[in-house]
């Protein structure tokens, strides 16, 4: 049988085309059983205020830069949204007098335009956003050595190549309306995926690329950055892949309620949990990864009931 259309955009793949009772599975689930959905190798968290829910993600950075060793290195993978933990992270650095030159920091992805990665010198570039929040505000004399800072370039061969022999503790990210972690979008409904999307093994293959973005990515980013300028929202982006994530000895995404709606909150912890892996929802294909945590800012959550304004 085959799968309907996607509501949102014909011609791509996304969570309008799985079943429609999955669908409605989730749209149900309350605060208390998302809480039930933690099973070994997924953890489902709770915090009852914003500021302890962004200090919490902060610390993150703490704990993963503290196990740094000259002998084994370690760091950790790092989104543009959210940005509210990165001046914390400064702020910690600085108060815990932490040396970071041991320490590794990569970016989970940068906007392509015109061939290459956006400059730092770009409004919209996520290196620049790093370097503003949180970097530029660490003490110099406990600054991570440049070498250690890894963005995603066009040609991703230096930044898969810093991956090896560097211990990365986490991958934190949030998860966009389109549900996914980075800019790991789903693909387009063409050859040779017009009847199904790509296997979970074959999409868990990717490397770090360069991504043509969902409509629904691009309708997020004007709203959420640009005011809703649509026309200044780069359409192709670069995105740490799927094999460097399974690098990642812990995934880690957090939900403010900012970034997704209600029901994705829901339907992506929900097809973890039971172990449903469809590319059309790539935050689900984290359901094979050993270790894997979501951590929810409670008045974020929100319901599903269906209510006019």
């Not at 309008?16 to 309350?30: E, G, I, Q």
């Not at 600085?94 to 970016?107: I, R, T, V, Y």
């Not at 309708?219 to 982006?237: C, D, E, F, K, Y």
């Not at 403010?256 to 449903?276: C, E, V, W, Y």
Request: proline residues 9%; aromatic residues 10%; hydrophobic residues 35%.
């Amino acid at each position: 049988m085959s799968r309907p259309l996607s509501k949102i955009a014909p011609d791509w793949w996304d969570y309008t085309t799985l079943d429609p009772d999955l669908l409605a599975d989730a749209a149900r689930l309350s605060v208390d059983d998302l809480y039930d959905l933690s099973r070994p190798g997924f953890q489902v968290d709770f915090y009852d205020t914003l500021e302890e829910f962004y200090l919490a993600e902060a610390l993150e950075y703490i704990r993963a830069w503290r196990a740094a060793t000259p002998d084994r290195p370690a760091g950790i993978c790092g989104p543009i949204g959210p940005t509210e933990q990165l001046p914390l992270v400064a702020r910690l650095v600085n108060e815990l007098g932490l040396n970071l030159k041991d320490a590794h920091f990569w970016g989970m992805d940068e906007w392509y335009l015109e061939g290459r990665a956006a400059p730092p010198d770009h409004p919209l570039s996520f290196e620049r956003a790093d370097r503003e929040l949180c970097f530029g505000r660490i003490r110099p004399e406990l600054a991570m050595p440049e070498a250690n800072l890894h963005f995603p370039g066009a040609d991703p061969t230096e930044y898969e190549r810093s991956w090896d022999g560097v211990r990365c503790m986490v991958m934190q990210g949030g998860q966009g309306e389109i549900k996914h972690w980075a800019f790991n979008d789903p693909v387009r409904r063409e050859p040779p995926y017009e009847a199904a999307p790509p296997t979970p093994e074959e999409y868990g293959r990717l490397g770090t690329r360069v991504v043509e973005l969902h409509p629904m990515t691009l309708i997020q980013n004007a709203r959420t950055s640009g005011g809703g300028q649509l026309a200044l929202v780069p359409t192709h982006a670069i995105t740490v892949g799927p094999r460097q994530t399974w690098q990642a000895e812990c995934v880690s995404i957090w939900h403010a309620g900012t970034h997704d709606n209600p029901f994705g909150q829901r339907l992506t912890a929900l097809m973890i949990s039971k172990g449903i892996a469809d590319s059309s929802v790539p935050m689900s294909l984290l359901a094979n990864h050993p270790n894997v945590r979501f951590s929810y800012y409670r008045p974020g959550i929100g319901t599903c009931d269906t209510e006019m304004h």
